[in-house]
């Protein structure tokens, strides 16, 4: 088998194996990594992260902050992220969840919904490269076929969204430390409104196995339709295990919004990567060398020396013929 199918087949058995833990909702969430650095070529990065939030509280519609009068609401999420490297400037993306979602109520039963949720795929293309770089990138979000108009609490919003973004970001090294930034516009499909996205990441070595991250994001609709914004902000914290493995862990607050649960988000995660990024470019990397490891140039007509004819092996020098038997009588 060619060498470098092995990363992708990798990947797609993890891909199968956590797809089967994991489902977002229409909003951004943790699992959601956004990264303006493109993988190498063959380059991989599988993650998987469990979260949970229980809340009873909410922002309605105008976005106040108050109780839900339907009582407590629980959602326990596993979700499968996947990048790979196509080529050096361009990299396929996706990730797919499953969700329990559950929705308490005093008087009445409790209702619980589980399965796979939307599933979404995309590909980014590297602009600029260098310690600055800039990046765009296109996403397809799709419904995995539940009915979300007859099943509450519904694993997604049942339609399809379109985003594209620009994404920039700075690795400061040799200090131990990057920034990035996206904007983005996501155009939905049926009922629900389009929406203006804004998201902020900065990430710092204090250890040389420990990376501290921060994250912001802003969502915000615009025309008409079902509004759903929000603005929330996290902190996470990533070992490196192994080489090529992580452990992450992390908080994220929603601070407001409008028609989505208020309260404090928590995930968990590991992830399996292999890649040429350097250190401190973003949370993709699998170096540990601050100048990542690059690829080799190759020589343009280079081709591969022949083998060596094997030795013809040494022929034994002639033996002189015997001389002449003398035939008597003759002088």
């Known amino acids: 088998m060619n060498r470098s199918w092995k990363p992708a087949l990798c990947i797609l058995a993890a891909c199968g194996a956590l797809s089967l833990l994991a489902a977002p909702a229409s909003a951004e969430e943790p699992w959601t990594l956004l990264s303006p650095w493109t993988l190498n070529r063959s380059g991989y990065f599988v993650q998987g992260t469990f979260s949970y939030l229980s809340t009873g509280s909410l922002y309605d519609a105008v976005g106040e902050k108050q109780k839900n009068p339907a009582g407590d609401y629980r959602d326990f999420t596993a979700n499968a992220h996947v990048e790979y490297g196509v080529r050096d400037r361009l990299g396929l993306l996706f990730h797919i969840p499953v969700r329990s979602l559950s929705q308490q109520y005093e008087d009445t039963p409790d209702l619980t919904t589980t399965g796979i949720g939307d599933f979404t ?69 049926k009922d629900p409104a389009n929406q203006f996205l804004f998201n902020f990441d900065a990430g710092l070595w204090p250890a040389p196995k420990v990376l501290v991250t921060g994250h912001w994001e802003w969502v915000k609709h ?71 490891a690059p690829v080799p140039a190759r020589q343009p007509g280079a081709e591969a020396a022949p083998p060596a004819a094997p030795e013809t092996p040494a022929q034994p020098a002639p033996v002189p013929a015997p001389p002449p038997t003398p035939t008597p009588g003759n002088p």
Do not use: H
């Not at 928590?266 to 973003?282: A, C, E, H, P, V």
């Open 121 to 189: 795929g995309g590909l980014r293309y590297r602009i600029l490269d260098g310690s600055f770089v800039v990046s765009a990138q296109g996403e397809l979000k799709l419904s995995t076929g539940y009915n979300a108009s007859v099943t509450s609490p519904a694993l997604g919003d049942g339609q399809t969204d379109y985003t594209i973004r620009a994404l920039a970001g700075r690795a400061f090294a040799p200090k131990p430390l990057f920034a990035q930034a996206a904007v983005g516009y996501r155009g939905r499909s």
């Open 222 to 292: 615009t025309g008409d339709g079902d509004i759903q914004d929000y603005f929330k902000g996290g902190l996470g914290v990533r070992y490196c295990a192994y080489k090529t493995m992580d452990v992450a862990a992390g908080v994220f607050q929603t601070f407001g919004g409008i028609d989505v649960p208020a309260g404090t988000q928590f995930y968990l995660g590991i992830s399996y990567k292999g890649n040429r990024l350097g250190k401190y470019d973003g949370l993709l990397t699998s170096a540990m060398d601050p100048s990542g």
